[in-house]
């Protein structure tokens, strides 16, 4: 019988363990990715306001 897991669960599981910040820093380490000055740089208001739609 196979098992199923909640994805809302497990996600939330996962987030307790570790921050998406966290996650981000790790993977940036384990695969040696440097990021640059401009990556460090916040991004224009106008790009999330066209990633949601509203832009």
Request: no cysteine.
């Amino acid at each position: 019988m196979p098992v199923t897991v909640n994805g809302e669960d497990a996600l939330k599981r996962r987030r307790d363990r570790e921050t998406p910040l966290e996650t981000a820093a790790r993977l940036r380490a384990e695969f040696r990715i440097e990021l640059g000055k401009k990556a460090r740089e916040a991004l224009p208001r106008q790009v999330y306001d066209e990633l949601s739609g509203e832009g």
